[in-house]
Every structure is written in C-alpha cells, then in structure tokens.
C-alpha cells in the first residue's frame, strides 16, 4: 500500500485524535496536530515501520506521539502574565494603558475578546464561522438566511448548535 492510500485511510481518525487532544494547549490548534502526526506517520512509513502493523496499532502509534509531542511543547512554552513589563525599560501595561487597564471592564472586555476568539477557532466551520459573523453585525434570522441561502428555521437550528458548542468552551 502507498503512502498516500494509507494516509487517506486513517486521515479522518487521525484529524479526530489530533481534534480531541486540542483545546487545553494554548500553543498549536488541532490543525498543528493533524500534521505533526502526519508527519510522524510519514517518517514511520519511510522507515518501513508501517507494512505489518493494523490500523489500530498505527493509530495509537500517532495518538502517543501527538501526546509527547504536547508534552514536549508545554514543558518549553513559558507562561507570561498580561501584568509582566513589556519593554527593556521596565515599562508594564499598566504603564501603557493607564488606570483603564486597572479597571474591571478593560480586563473583562479583554477576557471577552480572547473567549471568543478562541471559541470560534476551536471547532467551527466555515458556515458558523459566517453566521456568528452575521450575528455580530446585528441581521436578524431571516436576512442571515437569505445571506447565507438557506431558511430562518435553518438559521436558528444552526445558532442553537453554535451554542451548545460554545458552551462546551465555557464549562470548561
């Protein structure tokens, strides 16, 4: 079997493993994943490790490896505080900003902004990302449908799952 037949094989399992394992690292996005393991899967195949292992054996091969791989990265990534000094002289964002930056709506705006963002890039696809867009702008269902070429009723079962998905980012 070629590369590419086995890629295209186990590429829906592997983008599922690579979709799971994102979300709690603030450092790659499942996208990041999918291709590490796809390289990994080439490096393997090349290598001729791959010609008398199942599906399932390469599988959990790429699912350990995105598991290193995460582990590897968070223990190099470092963590800064928003709070930490920006430049050489010292200079911090509250230096920056002033007492805006102090007060409780410049954080919860900003925390606002960052949810979001990563909300909408954790899962969604090209129709969400273009309905949440229409919402953003104020249309009502009925224009986003029209927009969007599909019915209001379509609209609204859509938002509800938007929603219900992003609910799984606000739980956690």
């Given amino acids: 079997m070629s590369f590419e037949e086995l890629h295209q094989k186990l590429s829906p399992t ?5 979709y799971k394992l994102n979300g709690r690292y603030r ?4 996208d990041d994943l999918y291709q590490e393991a796809s390289i ?4 393997n195949f090349l290598k001729g490790k791959l010609s008398d292992k199942t599906e399932s054996y ?3 091969g790429c699912y350990f490896h995105l598991k290193n791989y995460i582990r ?4 190099r990534s470092n963590v800064i505080s928003i709070d930490a000094t920006l430049s050489a002289d010292g200079a911090t964002i509250e230096d920056v900003l002033g007492k805006y930056w102090s007060s409780p709506d ?9 949810l979001a963002r990563s909300i909408q890039n954790n899962g969604f696809n090209l129709k969400e990302k273009k309905l949440l867009a229409y919402f953003s702008q104020g249309l009502t269902t ?9 019915s209001h009723v379509s609209v ?4 509800q799952k938007v929603r219900a998905r992003a609910q799984k980012h606000l739980d956690k």
Wanted: aromatic fraction near 8%; hydrophobic fraction near 45%.
């Fill in 14 to 18: 592997i983008k599922r493993i690579a």
């Fill in 27 to 30: 450092s790659f996005n499942h």
């Fill in 40 to 43: 990994h899967l080439w490096s």
């Fill in 58 to 60: 390469i599988l959990q």
């Fill in 72 to 75: 590897k990265v968070n223990e």
């Fill in 106 to 114: 410049c954080r919860g705006q900003l925390h606002n902004i960052f």
């Fill in 142 to 150: 009925r224009e986003i449908g029209k927009r969007m070429g599909i």
């Fill in 156 to 159: 609204v079962k859509l938002m």
